[in-house]
């Protein structure tokens, strides 16, 4: 994807200003002192500043000062702000998945995921004084995997207010809406809820997602400090005491990794990734008995787990049962089509069955679904593969073998 699929929505604003960034909020209450065990992990190789998440570079300085400028005297402050950002021609942004960057990261690598743009979007209203208000978007519950690790990917977007009066004593705004910016196609949010949530909610999820991102590449020890400062931003996002559960668990600290799932489960009950979590540490210390009645709640509420039948696939390939994959690859899809990664499994079960032109079809889907540059060149090399082996097919040429799979 060249240009940052931007989705732009007028969105009827409910009450004077509520949600947005300025207005009075209640504090939020801190962790319970109890859940870190600071001692288990050493110290951060990197620099842990939440603040840092929408700081303005000098670089950014420049371009508010520069090519922004001159949109904002065109279109005024909000929709002149959004051109220079997104407008074909000016930024370039790309969508990337990979790492969550900071607000000057994207700017730099002018690339990021959902929440790295609208950190670097915030930052950039914050200095032209626009209102924001920050949104958790309800889209269907997305489950990817990583070296072993599974993870809920949630999505979060922006919404920019009419620029506020510079009467001082009260703040009036000249139109009565919020324009909504979000990263996604149009087809995979349009209809669906969201809710405004607080500044400190958004650099909770920032830093949870550092703490992931750390976790994936084997740094326990930066991932825990990640999450620490996750909970301490905010300590209602739960998901940084689910991620601080499977460090203490990976340090074997058992004891402290299932009290910190059960302080999640207190307050959500029916949380599955607490729950997940909260089997595998009661069958590491031998309570199976306790651990098979959460798992039977737990197949109530999610009677198929994420990548069940994508497993099952790929037992059946490496059996070089190839019809057999290609229908469980296909089970999997069903719940799940934006994993490149079933899509790609699923080229393989065709290719085995002799279905080239399948297999270039679910490659180009896998491609179409890939949310990284690393993917993106990945899939875009194995199709332009098998297009070569279409041509050979054609012209009945001999076929080499590709390299690697």
């Keep these: 994807m060249n240009d940052l699929r931007a989705l732009i929505a007028a969105l009827?604003?409910?009450?004077?200003?509520?949600g947005l960034t300025g207005c009075?909020?209640?504090?939020?209450?801190?962790?319970?002192?109890?859940?870190?065990?600071?001692?288990?992990?050493?110290?951060?190789?990197?620099?842990?500043?939440?603040?840092?998440?929408?700081?303005?570079?000098?670089?950014?300085?420049?371009?508010?000062?520069?090519?922004?400028?001159?949109?904002?005297?065109?279109?005024?402050?909000?929709?002149?702000?959004?051109?220079?950002?997104?407008t074909k021609g000016r930024l370039q942004l790309d969508y990337d998945s990979e790492i969550t960057r900071t607000?000057?990261?994207?700017?730099?690598?002018?690339?990021?995921?959902?929440?790295s743009l609208v950190l670097m979007t915030a930052a950039f209203a914050r200095h032209l004084n626009l209102p924001v208000r920050f949104n958790s978007v309800y889209l269907e519950e997305s489950w990817t995997r990583s070296n072993g690790i599974f993870f809920v990917a949630g999505h979060v977007n922006i919404s920019l207010a009419r620029p506020l009066s510079t009467s001082s004593r009260t703040t009036v705004f000249g139109d009565p809406e919020l324009l909504t910016i979000d990263f996604l196609p149009p087809d995979q949010v349009?209809?669906?809820?969201?809710?405004?949530?607080?500044?400190?909610?958004?650099?909770?999820?920032?830093?949870?997602?550092?703490?992931?991102?750390?976790?994936?590449?084997?740094?326990?020890?930066?991932?825990?400090?990640?999450?620490?400062?996750?909970?301490?931003?905010?300590?209602?996002?739960?998901?940084?005491?689910?991620?601080?559960?499977?460090?203490?668990?990976?340090?074997?600290?058992?004891?402290?990794?299932?009290?910190?799932?059960?302080?999640v489960l207190e307050r959500e009950p029916l949380n599955v990734q607490a729950m997940s979590n909260l089997v595998l540490v009661l069958s590491d210390t031998g309570r199976?008995?306790?651990?098979?009645?959460?798992a039977n709640q737990l197949a109530q509420i999610q009677p198929v787990p994420p990548y069940k039948f994508f497993d099952?696939?790929?037992?059946?390939?490496?059996?070089?049962e190839f019809a057999a994959a290609r229908q469980f690859f296909r089970k999997e899809l069903a719940r799940?089509?934006?994993?490149?990664?079933?899509h790609f499994w699923l080229a393989l079960a065709n290719y085995g069955l002799g279905d080239v032109s399948g297999a270039r079809g679910e490659i180009t889907k896998a491609l179409e679904n890939s949310a990284t540059s690393r993917d993106r060149e990945m899939y875009g090399a194995k199709l332009a593969w098998l297009?070569?082996?279409?041509?050979?097919?054609?012209?009945?040429?001999?076929l080499r073998g590709p390299a690697g799979s």
Aim: with cysteine; net charge neutral; aromatic share 8%.
């Design 12 to 18: 009827a604003l409910a009450g004077a200003a509520a």
């Design 24 to 86: 009075a909020v209640e504090p939020v209450a801190p962790p319970r002192a109890d859940v870190f065990v600071d001692a288990a992990f050493k110290p951060p190789r990197v620099r842990i500043d939440p603040q840092e998440a929408l700081a303005l570079s000098p670089a950014m300085r420049r371009f508010a000062e520069n090519e922004m400028a001159s949109e904002i005297r065109l279109k005024g402050l909000r929709d002149g702000l959004i051109d220079a950002l997104y």
């Design 103 to 115: 607000a000057a990261e994207a700017f730099d690598a002018k690339r990021g995921n959902c929440m």
């Design 190 to 263: 349009r209809g669906h809820r969201s809710r405004p949530v607080d500044e400190s909610t958004i650099l909770a999820m920032f830093l949870n997602n550092r703490a992931a991102e750390a976790l994936t590449l084997g740094q326990v020890d930066d991932a825990y400090w990640w999450a620490r400062a996750a909970i301490n931003a905010d300590s209602r996002w739960l998901a940084a005491y689910n991620t601080l559960a499977v460090l203490y668990r990976r340090k074997g600290l058992y004891g402290n990794s299932e009290s910190t799932l059960r302080l």
């Design 288 to 294: 199976r008995e306790e651990a098979q009645l959460y």
């Design 312 to 320: 099952e696939g790929v037992a059946a390939m490496k059996a070089g």
């Design 336 to 342: 799940a089509a934006y994993v490149p990664e079933f």
């Design 387 to 398: 297009n070569e082996v279409r041509e050979q097919q054609r012209r009945r040429e001999p």
